[in-house]
């Protein structure tokens, strides 16, 4: 089945897509960035690298550390990071249902097997 991926590319030199917000989502689940980023197959250094990039492209942060106390510290989203995931969410599932005759459309062009390109 085709599917829709969504990356947007901001005004500012930014882009978010199905990647970060996935990563985003995976924080929210865990409360930590490295396990987030291990369960999407990534080091820690590459996570942290993406929430920054993130942190970053905004007015406002999406992540924040959360100080330790008897648990020991961690990570979570910020209002504006939910925020961020549900607008993105939102803008992908409008696609997905605007487009959907067009992508049934494009489906139902294609061949049966993968292209391959002749070597000259």
């Known amino acids: 089945m085709t599917r829709l991926t969504l990356r947007l590319d901001f005004a ?47 007015t406002q942060p999406a992540v924040t550390g959360q100080t330790g106390g008897s648990g020991g510290g961690g990570t979570a989203l910020t209002d504006w990071g939910r925020e961020l995931v549900a607008l993105y969410r939102e803008v ?19 061949g049966t097997g993968p292209i391959q390109i002749d070597e000259v």
């Open 12 to 58: 500012n030199g930014s882009q978010i897509g199905p990647g970060k917000i996935r990563l985003l989502e995976a924080i929210a689940a865990t409360g930590s960035i490295a396990a987030a980023g291990r369960s999407m197959g990534m080091s820690y250094r590459r996570a942290w690298l993406l929430v920054d990039q993130i942190n970053r492209a905004f």
């Open 92 to 110: 992908e599932t409008e696609s997905r249902a605007t487009n959907a005759a067009a992508l049934a459309r494009l489906e139902g062009m294609l």
